[in-house]
C-alpha cells in the first residue's frame, strides 16, 4: 500500500516524537528523531514518513495529501491520543477509504480501550510493531498478523495473538536512509547536544526495572537486544558519507552502556572514525571503561540519577546507590565527560525533605546541564498500577499535561499535594543553575564561543516562557 507514517501535529513545543523520553513540552524547546516511526518506514518501499511539530507542517497541509495514500500509520501517546485521533478523523473525511493505525505505548498496553474511544482507527499495532506494520502494509489479511488489534468488516475488535520478540537485530534496515529521504535533520535540536546532531538505536530494551519508565514496561522489553558492531558502524559510514553536517551522534538506547565490552568495541570503531558522539547511560559505568570511551570520541553521558535520596531510589527499583552515583559522576569530571543529569520529582516516599535533599545532591555532584521532571504515572507502568492501588492517582482526572502541552503533577501523597511537587521543579532549576559557581561557568562556555552565548541567550529566552507557562498552569490548577 502507499503508506504514510504520521507524527501528527499537537502542542505548540510538544516534545512527543516517538524517539523522545517525556511526551510533554520541554523547558527549552528540542525534537528528537521520530525513530521508531522512521524503523517500520524503512521497510515499507516507497512510504513516505512526515514528522509535523519540528518542521511545523500544518494539518491542512497533511489533509491535502491524503488522496496520495492508502494506509496511514500514527505514532500515538497519552498525552496526544486525543489531538491524534482528531487528525485521522480529518484524513479519512479527506479520503474515506484510507487505512488507519496506530502505534506506541498507548496502543501497545490498551489497544482494546484506544480503539472503543476512536471508530475511526482500523487497527493497533501492538509491543514491538516494525514487521506488523509492514506485513498491513504489504497487504497481508489482518485476521493472519501476529501482534496485531483490527476491526473485521462487522467492526468487531479481533485481538491477534502476540508477535515474538526480535532477536537478530540486525535484520532492520538503517532508519538513517528514512531521515536523509524526509526529514531536515537542521529541524532536529536538543540542548546539550551539539548541532546538528543525528540520533538513532544501536539496540533495544533494558535491563533496569524502574517502575516509572515507560518504553521498556510497554514496547522494549527488559532484555537489552543489540545490533552487531559491525551493523552499527556501517550506518554511522553510511551517515558521515550522507550528512557530512553532523556535529555529533546520539546512541538513544534506553541504557547504551548496558553491555560494557560491546560499548568499549563500538567506542574503539568510533575512534578509528573521529567522530563526536554520546548516549544514554547508568551512573554506575567503572572508570576504566569511561576512560576507554572517553579516549574514543565519548562527549556526553545522559544518565538518570532520578533521586538523591537512597529510600526513594529502592522504592522505584532503580537498582543504583547514592554514593556509586556519586563516585561515577566524579570519574566523569576527572575525566572530562559531560554529563546532562535527569531528575524526577514525586516519586514514591517523596517529601518535603527528600526533595531538598535530591537538590542538594544535584548540586553537589554538579552535572554540567540538568532536567527536572515530574513523575509521570504512564498507563502499563509499574508506577501507575501501584498509583492507582494506593490512591496516589485520581483515574477520572490523570491528564499527564494540560490544554498547552505542559507537564503537569498528576501524583499526590497524604503528606505532599500536587502542587507542592509542582512548584518543586521551579525551585529545583532555581537553586541548582542560580548559584555563584554554576552561573560563572555557563558565562565562561559563553564567553569561549560566540556561537554557544547565542545558543543559551535564547535558551534563557526559552526558559523564561516556559516558566511562565507553567506559572500559568499552577494558577489553573
Given at each position: ?5 504520521l507524527?501528527?501535529?499537537t ?19 528540542s ?11 524503512a521497510l515499507?518501499?516507497?512510504s ?5 511539530p ?12 491524503a488522496?496520495d495514500?492508502?494506509?496511514?500509520v ?15 478523523e ?6 474515506p477509504?484510507?487505512?488507519?493505525g ?6 501497545a498496553?490498551?489497544?482494546?480501550g ?19 506494520v509492514?506485513?498491513v502494509?504489504d ?11 483490527f476491526r473485521?468488516?462487522?467492526?468487531v ?8 520478540i526480535?532477536?537478530?537485530?540486525d535484520?532492520?534496515?538503517?532508519v ?15 540542548g ?9 538505536y ?11 519508565c ?12 543489540t ?8 550506518e554511522?559510514k ?21 553491555n ?7 567506542a ?6 573521529g ?7 547508568k551512573?554506575n ?5 569511561l576512560k ?22 529502592n ?11 556519586e ?16 531528575f524526577?520529582?514525586?516519586l ?7 526533595i531538598q ?5 544535584a ?5 554540567h546541564t540538568?532536567q ?7 498507563p ?7 498509583a ?8 477520572a482526572?490523570?491528564?499527564?499535561v ?12 497524604p503528606?505532599?499535594?500536587h502542587?507542592?511537587?509542582f512548584?518543586?521543579?521551579e ?14 561557568s ?9 556561537d554557544?552565548?547565542?545558543?543559551r ?21
Open positions: 500500500m502507499r503508506t504514510l507514517f507524527q501528527a501535529p502542542f505548540d513545543g510538544f516534545d512527543g516524537g516517538a524517539g523522545s523520553r517525556y511526551q510533554a513540552k520541554r523547558e527549552i524547546k525534537f528528537w528523531y521520530p525513530t521508531w516511526l522512521a524503523q517500520p518506514a515499507v518501499p516507497n513516505k514518513l512526515i514528522d509535523a519540528p518542521h511545523n507542517i500544518k494539518l491542512q497541509e497533511i489533509v491535502a495529501q488522496n495514500f492508502d494506509l496511514v500514527l505514532h500515538t501517546s497519552v498525552p496526544s491520543f486525543k489531538s491524534d485521533v482528531k487528525t485521522v480529518a484524513l479519512k473525511a479527506a479520503n477509504k484510507l487505512i488507519a496506530l502505534i506506541g505505548a498507548k496502543v498496553v490498551d489497544a482494546a484506544a480503539m472503543a474511544q476512536a471508530p475511526c482507527i482500523n487497527f493497533c499495532a501492538r509491543n514491538e510493531f516494525d514487521f506488523t509492514k506485513e502494509a497487504g497481508t489479511p489482518m485476521s493472519e498478523i501476529k501482534g496485531l488489534s473485521d468488516a462487522n467492526g475488535v479481533i485481538h491477534n495473538q502476540d508477535r515474538e526480535m532477536t537478530d537485530m535484520q532492520l534496515p538503517f538513517t536512509s528514512v531521515y536523509k529521504r524526509d526529514l531536515q535533520m537542521e529541524k532536529y535540536f536538543i546539550y547536544l551539539k548541532h546538528p546532531y543525528i540520533s538513532f544501536s539496540g533495544r530494551g533494558c535491563k533496569s526495572r524502574c517502575t516509572f515507560l518504553w521498556p514496561q510497554t514496547v522494549g522489553g527488559h532484555t537489552y537486544r545490533r552487531s558492531v559491525a551493523h552499527v558502524i556501517e554511522i553510511y551517515c558521515l558519507k550522507e550528512f557530512p553536517q553532523t556535529k555529533e551522534f546520539f546512541f538513544d538506547d534506553d541504557t547504551f552502556t548496558d560494557l565490552p560491546r560499548a568499549e568495541e563500538i574503539r570503531e568510533l575512534g578509528k572514525l567522530v563526536t558522539w554520546s548516549c544514554n547511560a551512573a559505568v567503572p572508570r576504566e571503561t576507554v570511551l572517553k579516549e574514543n570520541g565519548l562527549r556526553l553521558l545522559l544518565v538518570g540519577y532520578e533521586s538523591g535520596n537512597q529510600q526513594i531510589l522504592n522505584i527499583k532503580k537498582g543504583m546507590r547514592v554514593e556509586v552515583a563516585r561515577f559522576t566524579k570519574d566523569c569530571h576527572d575525566l572530562g565527560i559531560a554529563i546532562h543529569g535527569t524526577i520529582v514525586g514514591p516516599g517523596e517529601t518535603k525533605e527528600t535533599e535530591t537538590i542538594a545532591f548540586k553537589r555532584i554538579n552535572p540538568i527536572a521532571s515530574l513523575a509521570a504515572p504512564y502499563g507502568t509499574f508506577l501507575y498500577k501501584q492507582v492501588e494506593n490512591g496516589w492517582l485520581d483515574v482526572n490523570a491528564e499527564l494540560d490544554e498547552n502541552g505542559v507537564q503537569i503533577a498528576p501524583l499526590h501523597y503528606h505532599l499535594s502542587s507542592e511537587i512548584a518543586a521543579v525551585e529545583f532549576y532555581r537553586k541548582f543553575y542560580f548559584r555563584a559557581p554554576k552561573i560563572a555557563i558565562v565562561s562556555e559563553m564567553v569561549r564561543s560566540p554557544m552565548m547565542k545558543r541567550l535564547r535558551e534563557g529566552v526559552e526558559f523564561y516562557r516556559f516558566l511562565k507557562e507553567r506559572q500559568g498552569t499552577a494558577k489553573a490548577a
